[in-house]
Nanobody, 120 residues
Framework: QVQLVESGGALVQPGGSLRLSCAAS????????MSWYRQAPGKERELVAR????????SYPDSVKGRFTISRDNAKKTAFLQMNSLKPEDTAVYYC?????????????WGQGTQVTVSS
Protein backbone atom coordinates (compact mmCIF):
# COMPACT_ATOMS: atom_id res chain seq x y z
CA GLN A 1 0.00 0.00 0.00
CA VAL A 2 0.97 3.65 -0.31
CA GLN A 3 3.26 4.90 2.44
CA LEU A 4 5.03 8.17 3.11
CA VAL A 5 7.25 8.06 6.18
CA GLU A 6 8.79 11.27 7.46
CA SER A 7 11.82 11.41 9.71
CA GLY A 8 14.34 13.91 10.99
CA GLY A 9 12.18 16.09 13.19
CA ALA A 10 13.76 17.24 16.44
CA LEU A 11 14.20 20.00 18.99
CA VAL A 12 16.68 22.56 17.67
CA GLN A 13 17.86 25.98 18.83
CA PRO A 14 17.04 29.13 16.86
CA GLY A 15 19.50 29.57 14.02
CA GLY A 16 20.05 25.84 13.76
CA SER A 17 19.44 23.43 10.90
CA LEU A 18 17.52 20.22 10.31
CA ARG A 19 17.09 17.89 7.37
CA LEU A 20 13.78 16.10 7.02
CA SER A 21 13.38 12.95 4.93
CA CYS A 22 10.29 11.40 3.38
CA ALA A 23 10.58 7.77 2.28
CA ALA A 24 7.94 6.69 -0.22
CA SER A 25 6.62 3.27 -1.20
CA UNK A 26 3.63 1.74 -2.92
CA UNK A 27 3.44 4.12 -5.87
CA UNK A 28 5.59 5.38 -8.75
CA UNK A 29 7.46 8.07 -6.86
CA UNK A 30 9.24 9.59 -9.86
CA UNK A 31 6.05 10.80 -11.57
CA UNK A 32 4.60 12.56 -8.53
CA UNK A 33 5.12 16.14 -7.44
CA MET A 34 6.37 16.17 -3.85
CA SER A 35 5.65 18.80 -1.24
CA TRP A 36 6.25 19.59 2.39
CA TYR A 37 3.53 21.19 4.48
CA ARG A 38 3.49 22.23 8.12
CA GLN A 39 0.84 22.79 10.72
CA ALA A 40 1.37 24.67 13.95
CA PRO A 41 -1.07 24.38 16.89
CA GLY A 42 -4.22 26.34 16.21
CA LYS A 43 -3.22 27.14 12.65
CA GLU A 44 -4.10 25.79 9.22
CA ARG A 45 -1.78 23.50 7.35
CA GLU A 46 0.45 25.51 5.01
CA LEU A 47 2.66 24.66 2.07
CA VAL A 48 6.38 25.25 2.68
CA ALA A 49 8.01 23.69 -0.38
CA ARG A 50 7.15 21.89 -3.60
CA UNK A 51 9.25 20.11 -6.21
CA UNK A 52 8.01 18.81 -9.52
CA UNK A 53 8.29 15.18 -10.55
CA UNK A 54 11.40 15.74 -12.66
CA UNK A 55 12.93 18.13 -10.14
CA UNK A 56 12.78 20.83 -12.81
CA UNK A 57 11.00 23.35 -10.65
CA UNK A 58 10.74 24.21 -6.96
CA SER A 59 8.61 26.76 -5.16
CA TYR A 60 8.51 28.25 -1.66
CA PRO A 61 6.44 30.81 0.20
CA ASP A 62 8.19 34.01 1.25
CA SER A 63 8.24 32.84 4.88
CA VAL A 64 10.86 30.16 4.14
CA LYS A 65 12.43 31.29 0.85
CA GLY A 66 16.20 31.38 1.12
CA ARG A 67 16.20 29.22 4.26
CA PHE A 68 14.51 25.97 3.16
CA THR A 69 15.50 23.77 0.22
CA ILE A 70 13.47 20.86 -1.12
CA SER A 71 15.10 18.07 -3.10
CA ARG A 72 14.41 14.52 -4.19
CA ASP A 73 16.20 11.32 -5.06
CA ASN A 74 13.98 9.38 -7.44
CA ALA A 75 16.25 6.34 -7.35
CA LYS A 76 15.85 6.12 -3.57
CA LYS A 77 12.19 7.23 -3.64
CA THR A 78 12.93 9.87 -1.05
CA ALA A 79 12.22 13.57 -0.72
CA PHE A 80 14.14 15.92 1.54
CA LEU A 81 13.67 19.28 3.20
CA GLN A 82 16.81 21.08 4.30
CA MET A 83 15.92 23.77 6.82
CA ASN A 84 18.50 26.39 7.80
CA SER A 85 18.39 29.47 10.00
CA LEU A 86 15.42 28.04 11.86
CA LYS A 87 13.15 30.37 13.80
CA PRO A 88 10.72 29.69 16.66
CA GLU A 89 7.86 30.36 14.23
CA ASP A 90 9.01 27.35 12.19
CA THR A 91 7.82 25.13 15.04
CA ALA A 92 5.17 22.77 13.66
CA VAL A 93 4.40 19.24 12.57
CA TYR A 94 5.85 18.80 9.09
CA TYR A 95 4.03 16.60 6.59
CA CYS A 96 5.18 15.06 3.34
CA UNK A 97 2.74 15.05 0.41
CA UNK A 98 2.74 13.30 -2.96
CA UNK A 99 0.36 14.53 -5.64
CA UNK A 100 -0.44 13.70 -9.24
CA UNK A 101 -3.34 14.61 -11.46
CA UNK A 102 -4.81 11.53 -13.11
CA UNK A 103 -7.40 12.42 -15.75
CA UNK A 104 -10.08 14.42 -13.95
CA UNK A 105 -9.03 13.08 -10.59
CA UNK A 106 -6.19 13.60 -8.14
CA UNK A 107 -3.97 11.11 -6.35
CA UNK A 108 -3.01 12.81 -3.11
CA UNK A 109 -1.03 11.02 -0.39
CA TRP A 110 0.09 12.19 3.07
CA GLY A 111 2.60 11.05 5.63
CA GLN A 112 1.98 10.93 9.36
CA GLY A 113 4.11 13.97 10.14
CA THR A 114 7.26 14.71 12.10
CA GLN A 115 7.57 17.29 14.88
CA VAL A 116 9.98 20.20 14.52
CA THR A 117 10.45 22.40 17.57
CA VAL A 118 12.64 25.48 17.46
CA SER A 119 13.36 26.76 20.95
CA SER A 120 16.21 27.81 23.17
Amino acid sequence: QVQLVESGGALVQPGGSLRLSCAASGFTFSIYDMSWYRQAPGKERELVARITSGAVSTSYPDSVKGRFTISRDNAKKTAFLQMNSLKPEDTAVYYCNARRTVGLGLNNYWGQGTQVTVSS
